[in-house]
Nanobody
Framework: QVQLVESGGGLVQAEGSLRLSCAVSGRTFNRYAMGWFRQAPGKEREFVAV????????QYSELAKGRFTIDRDNTKNTMYLQMNSLKPEDTGVYYC??????????????????WGQGTQVTVSS
């Protein structure tokens, strides 16, 4: 049984920082790309960042570029998202996901087979 468990969300003031974690079990971690997505209230889930299987290649959405950093530790089966300079519009539920087949960076939701339950991030102004 594949499990992805996010942690690290919470309430933070604008310009603050949070570090999200995603722990994976039940499936080989270091063979697949891993991604972060978010869903704001009333909106569709959207891509935030992705990292390839080795951790050497990353890609970010425009909203994340320059403020967020994705990373992974294959020895701990864990992925991270460091979020700095947070804005109220960053509020939403953040999900981690593991690619179904891809080892390289992929951004489409349907490339991902396994999802966490999500962690709430709320940024106050």
């Amino acid at each position: 049984q594949v499990q992805l468990v996010e942690s690290g969300g919470g309430l933070v003031q604008a310009e603050g920082s949070l570090r999200l974690s995603c722990a994976v079990s039940g499936r080989t971690f270091n063979r697949y790309a891993m991604g972060w997505f978010r869903q704001a209230p009333g909106k569709e889930r959207e891509f935030v960042a992705v990292i390839n299987w080795t951790g050497t290649t990353t890609q970010y959405s425009e909203l994340a570029k320059g403020r967020f950093t994705i990373d992974r530790d294959n020895t701990k089966n864990t992925m991270y998202l460091q979020m700095n300079s947070l804005k109220p519009e960053d509020t939403g539920v953040y999900y981690c996901a593991q690619a179904q087949r891809a080892m390289g960076v992929v951004t489409a939701l349907d490339e991902y087979a396994y999802w966490g339950q999500g962690t709430q991030v709320t940024v106050s102004s």
